[in-house]
């Protein structure tokens, strides 16, 4: 492993050209996951058609390096301005955001950095380690009634998410799921909730949703305290967490990167529920579950080491197998097939060059996210210094062309801002919005994985616990539910 590492190296910094269309991904993927709609899914789709003037192996290490330094940029946005790049980058303003109102937003975009570098180091090393058994061992062992067990599992750990009270934080779940459920349904395809919108067929975009519940929702908070005299400007703060405070967080670090690593790997499900995975199993495990949400750096630390961790492990199916793990991989599978080549397990044995110089870009990649990262963070930090009055124009601004131009529909321009104004409604009275973001990411997922699980067993429901960690998970799952009823009515400030 370590002679082909140095030899993928060698051919990465070899060759001029090559280093700098490394160099462009890392700032590219890094500018473009950081601007709200647009995303690096949009980068990696104008650069796809000029990729056919690469060589086989330049082209598909770019959009490594793309989904890499990508997975990272949205939590520039997601801390300082409550508006998340990617869904990915999502859980990070659950925590992030409220540091930044309290000063401390040096140390969340330290942490974000650091971490993101770690899980993306992490991951990377594991990649070249054990790619193939690992591939093999996912296909047999993990299908859809897996992935919907985890999908439950992760919805019942939701409730614990920035609600008031239980109650109020299970409701804000059920309103993402019945959002979740709007568009046609994965069997039959019957259009459900659409009220006579064809665009609706297609449901609500997670983009425009988060925006809306994120950043708008924030807008209307501030502007009210501003009209009420009780505005209070973020503090621009530059203290980066110290080596104590992380070396605190190593068992979160540590779980978050085997949480971000297994969704990872899973085909079809990438870095989005790993983070939200990991959040999740950050606020299982915490004494003090109260306070996520309220700005605790383990918000930061757990969301963001999981979705870098995520990068290196979708990385596998697609090369041991041939099956891209999410959008970004997908469009891999197209730069492979306009060189003639097919990802797979013969990759391995016709182009090993090609694939050692992907595994090394991806490792200095996650390793440039440390040292670029920090530069722009010193920069990008000094935007809160500008008044709300002309910021927050800007960020609606901002928010309304990363809506549109995501699909090139005012559908969802009209999405954002109606979920801006139940956000704000619903943030008054001590719901959940990280809840209503989950129950909506997590629902699509859940439901498309229980509908092909139930086709896969012959619609016989029991099936789904003669296979052993479909049957651990929803165990757990029902575990965290029962737990969750008793907590509330054992405690007087959870009956309200």
């Known amino acids: 492993m370590v002679e082909n590492f140095l030899a993928g190296t060698a051919a990465l910094f070899g060759d001029p050209f090559t280093v700098a269309i490394f160099v462009f991904g890392v700032i590219g993927g890094m500018l ?18 000029f990729t056919a003037d690469l060589e086989p192996a330049q082209g598909v290490m770019l959009f490594a390096v793309i989904y890499c330094t990508g997975t990272y940029g949205g939590a520039i946005t997601a801390i300082l301005f409550n508006i998340p790049g990617a869904p990915e980058n999502a859980p990070t303003a659950f925590d992030g955001y409220p540091m ?22 992490a991951s990377a090393l594991v990649m070249m380690a054990a790619t193939e058994p690992l591939a093999n061992w996912a296909i047999r062992n993990i299908g859809p009634p897996e992935i919907f067990a985890l999908v439950f599992f992760g919805l019942a750990v939701a409730s614990s998410v920035g609600g008031r009270t239980i109650w ?41 949703a988060i925006l809306g519940f994120f950043a708008v929702s924030e807008i209307f908070i501030q502007a009210e305290k501003k009209a009420t005299g009780k505005f209070d400007a973020p503090k621009v703060g530059m203290s980066f967490p110290s080596a104590m405070e992380l070396w605190m967080h190593k068992f979160a670090v ?18 989005t529920l790993a983070a939200f995975m990991g959040y999740g199993e950050a606020v299982r495990w915490s004494k003090n579950k109260e306070e996520f949400g309220t700005g605790k750096l383990e918000g930061v630390i757990s969301s963001e080491t999981a979705n870098n961790a995520a990068t290196g492990a979708a990385m596998i199916p697609l090369l041991a197998l041939g099956l891209p793990g999410g959008a970004l991989t997908a469009m891999m599978v197209a730069v492979f097939q306009m060189h003639d080549l097919e990802p797979g397990p013969l990759v391995f044995y016709n182009s090993p060059e090609l694939i050692w110089i992907v595994f090394a870009a991806m490792f200095y990649a996650n390793l440039s996210i440390l040292f670029i990262g920090l530069i722009e963070t010193k920069t990008i930090l000094y935007l809160l210094k500008i008044p709300f009055q002309f910021l927050a124009p800007l960020i609606l601004l901002l928010a309304t062309i990363g809506a549109y131009i995501s699909r090139g529909l005012v559908l969802d321009v009209m999405v954002m801002f109606g979920a801006g104004i139940i956000g704000f409604l619903l943030r008054r009275t001590g719901y959940s919005i990280p809840g209503i973001v989950l129950g909506l990411i997590l629902g699509k997922i859940g439901e498309q994985n229980f509908a092909q699980g139930m086709q896969m067993v012959h619609y016989d429901l029991g099936t789904y616990f003669s296979r052993p960690i479909c049957t651990i998970l929803i165990a757990a799952g029902a575990l965290t539910l029962a737990t969750g009823v008793y907590r509330a009515f054992a405690s007087p400030t959870n009956k309200a």
């Open 32 to 49: 473009f996951g950081a601007i709200p709609g647009v995303s690096m899914l949009t980068l990696a789709a104008i650069l796809l058609p």
């Open 254 to 271: 540590l779980r978050s990167i085997l949480v971000g690593f297994f969704c990872g790997i899973l085909p079809g499900i990438g870095a």
């Open 100 to 121: 930044t109102r309290k000063g401390q937003s040096g140390k969340a975009v330290g942490a974000a950095v650091l971490c993101s570098a770690i899980g993306g180091v």
């Open 168 to 208: 109020k934080g299970w409701m804000s779940v059920l309103l993402g799921l019945l959002i979740a459920t709007i568009g046609q349904d994965p069997v039959g395809g019957i259009n459900r909730y659409n009220f006579g919108f064809t665009d609706l067929a297609a449901g609500i975009a997670f983009v425009p």
